[in-house]
């Protein structure tokens, strides 16, 4: 099976025991949602006047960022018209899409007036100065760009079968009409991508007197940008590899391989412009304060960018399916903890005199949260011709 095979539905059964385990977590993200909600962010949060944000802006911030594999895989495939990683368009899609949907659900429930959710998209609500406001648009606009590039994915289930006769002939029409216009939004996508990835690390450069030396900086929105970029293609990766052994298929490491050529020189370039703006602001000179936050940017470099540097220089590790799922997931963890450190770890608000750790509620509806997006990836995966390579290698 050659990389131009038609995408189809994998025939695998849905309810698995690792997907009702998966529903039982995502059960319990339900009820904590259901809590927070009825009850309200003090009583279901351990947030104070001082720390007004926790794991949930993590998981929104982190979700963002791992579904850039979406537009770069989007940027290489349709945009410069490489048509060898076309196969893995659709997968990318889907991750990208069900990423900006549940991080979505975690900034619904992050605020506290989530009803006035919708207010960006009145012209007479607009605050062109505000940082979040173009976080917001763009966020919005991107996730609804996404549902329509899924508008194929959707219509090619339907067409043709004989169960659903008039939805088919529909999706027929509804496809072929945009089908003409899908270019337009493919580089709307990436564009839009590239302006609210940059505005996430914006907003922590409204804050200098908050944000420890060690990741506060000028070209905060940069770095935010330039990690975006690095980690997409190794979230591709972990997401292919992975999806293939609870499919039962085999990783379709001809292109994997390929693509993983192009992560150590995404890694290089953001370390170069990390460790060259840590010496040009001297922000070294705190790596010996022996402090938390010292060593979780110790951690940070070494474990998201070094290592995961060094392994992908090496043939061996980009033809192997478990060293180079170790490498992507590497990378994954190192723009995951950066995220984690720069919106919580790194953040000492001024005269701290309270603490911050999250409550069950939050625990349970990150948990439930990550555990409902696999469930509806194997969901998608198994009703929608997403993936290329049907072949059985191992029980599901």
């Not at 900034?107 to 959710?117: E, F, P």
């Not at 995961?308 to 994954?332: D, E, I, N, Y």
Request: glycine residues 8%.
């Amino acid at each position: 099976m050659n990389v131009h095979d038609r995408a189809v539905p994998v025939d695998r059964r849905l309810l698995t025991p690792g997907v009702r385990f998966l529903l039982v977590l995502a059960g319990a993200g339900v009820l904590a949602g259901l809590y927070r909600f009825l009850f309200g962010l003090e009583a279901s949060t351990n947030l104070n006047q001082q720390y007004p944000w926790g794991i949930w802006i993590i998981g929104d911030v982190s979700l963002i960022a791992l579904a850039a594999g979406g537009f770069t895989t989007a940027a290489i495939a349709h945009v410069f018209h490489h048509q060898h990683y076309h196969a893995l368009a659709r997968p990318a899609l889907v991750v990208a899409l069900l990423g900006y949907t549940f991080a979505c659900i975690l900034l619904a429930a992050d605020l506290g007036r989530y009803y006035n959710i919708w207010h960006p998209i009145l012209p007479n609500m607009w605050q062109g100065n505000s940082a979040l406001f173009e976080v917001g648009m763009c966020v919005m606009c991107y996730l609804t760009v996404l549902y329509i590039e899924f508008i194929p994915v959707f219509c090619e289930r339907f067409i043709g079968d004989p169960a659903w006769p008039r939805l088919g002939r529909i999706c027929s029409a509804v496809n072929c009409f945009v089908g003409k216009t899908m270019f337009l939004f493919l580089i709307l996508g990436v564009a839009i991508s590239c302006l609210h990835q940059s505005s996430l690390g914006h907003v922590m450069v409204l804050a200098p007197s908050k944000l420890h030396p060690l990741w506060y900086t000028p070209i905060l929105s940069l770095l935010f940008l330039m990690s975006a970029i690095m980690v997409g293609f190794p979230t591709v990766i972990f997401a292919s590899i992975c999806g293939s052994w609870a499919l039962g298929l085999r990783p379709q490491m001809h292109m994997l391989g390929c693509l993983a050529k192009y992560v150590p020189f995404l890694l290089s370039v953001y370390l170069a412009f990390k460790i060259g703006d840590m010496f040009i602001r001297r922000s070294f000179v705190h790596l010996s304060e022996g402090s938390l936050q010292s060593a979780m940017f110790v951690l940070e470099m070494i474990a998201g960018l070094i290592v995961p540097f060094v392994m992908t220089l090496f043939p061996k590790v980009r033809s192997s399916p478990h060293l180079l799922c170790a490498a992507a997931g590497l990378v994954m963890f190192g723009v995951i903890l950066n995220r984690t450190n720069v919106y919580l770890v790194g953040y000492q608000p001024v005269n701290v005199t309270e603490v911050y750790f999250p409550s069950l509620a939050e625990w349970g509806l990150t948990i439930g949260a990550a555990a409902a997006l696999c469930v509806c990836w194997r969901a998608i995966v198994t009703y929608f011709p997403v993936l290329t390579q049907p072949r059985l290698v191992a029980t599901a």
